[in-house]
Each structure stands twice: as C-alpha cells, then as structure tokens.
C-alpha cells in the first residue's frame, strides 16, 4: 500500500495566524523564516513571515498533510502562486477585527482564482466578543462573487480549531476527487 502526501497552503494577510497556526499542528518541528517586521503600519506584531512556515501531519492511516505557509504582506505576492503550485487545497485564515478584513477577503480569493481552482476554506480569527455578524458579512460577500465557501470562526492557538479547518479542506478535497473521477 503506498501512502501519499497531500499539500495544504495556509495564507492571509500579515497577523492573520498563518504562522501560529501551522505550529499548533505539525507533528515535526516547523521551518520558518520570521524576521524582524519593519512594517508596523500593516500589522503591530513583532515578526513576519518572508518566506514560507513549512509543517508536517501524520495521519492515522499512513497518508501525510505537508503544510505550507504563504508570507502575508501583499509585496510577496508573487510568492503565493509559486508556493501554491501543487497544492490540493488553501486554508485562508483572515483577522477579524482588522478595519481592511473584507478587502483581504477578495484580495486572496482574486490571487488564488488566477492560478488553479482549488478547494478553499475560510477561517477568521479575532472575532470581538464573538462576532458573528463579521461571519455574517463574509458569507454576503461570497455569494455576490458566487463562491459559497465555508467560514469558520476560529482560535489560531487551539489545535482543535486548526484542525477543524484542515478536516474541512480534506472533506472538501475529498469531494472533489470523486466528482473528477465520476464526471
């Protein structure tokens, strides 16, 4: 029996959990390339992804989850279709207090759209007081561009909300598997 190896692109805009994200789940230490953030205007956090998180998951029956993450600022944008090249599916992880969130919301669903259609699932993090009017808002947004996608409200540091999204992106793969194979 051969096991096979998926490829799960995490991405979003800067401060969204991308990075903090993948370290709750990877079952092996994660390679990442976080430097000193310059751009305080953007995001207030320390440091920044310039290049991409990698992470890994076992899972259960031999197969394996290879976990990338995108860097968020959008003058990286030119990396994104590269480190999603292969990929069978993206976790787009959005800021949900963030002033620009529904912007990020069309910014990344236009960048990945050009490159392949691949299942996506959405989570928002930071959601003031569990707001789920913002939840709400997405929801309108996607069915104006036509693109019913799940949207989960999540915490970035719980492993089982992070796990949720990446169980989410399976089923949707999954799905999509079968409708190829049966036309």
Not at 73 to 84: G, L, N, T, V
Not at 98 to 113: K, R
């Amino acid at each position: 029996m051969n096991s096979t190896e998926l490829k799960i692109v995490f991405t979003g805009p800067m401060g969204a959990g991308k990075t903090t994200a993948i370290n709750q789940i990877s079952d092996e230490p994660c390679v990442s390339t976080e430097v000193a953030n310059n751009d305080f205007q953007q995001c207030g956090k320390d440091t920044t992804t310039t290049g991409l998180d990698y992470g890994y998951i076992r899972l259960p029956d031999g197969n394996g989850v290879r976990l990338y993450g995108t860097p968020g600022q959008e003058r990286f944008r030119f990396m994104w279709s590269i480190i999603a090249n292969n990929a069978a599916g993206i976790i787009l992880l959005l800021n949900g207090d963030h002033p620009e969130l529904e912007h990020h919301l069309a910014l990344y669903l236009d960048a990945f759209a050009t490159t392949q259609p691949l299942p996506l699932v959405i989570g928002v993090g930071r959601l003031p007081d569990n707001d789920f009017q913002i939840i709400d808002a997405l929801h309108k947004q996607l069915a104006s561009r036509n693109q019913p996608l799940p949207v989960i409200p999540i915490d970035v540091r719980d492993r089982e909300d992070v796990l949720l999204l990446v169980d989410t992106l399976l089923a949707q793969i999954e799905a999509s598997n079968l409708e190829f194979a049966h036309g």
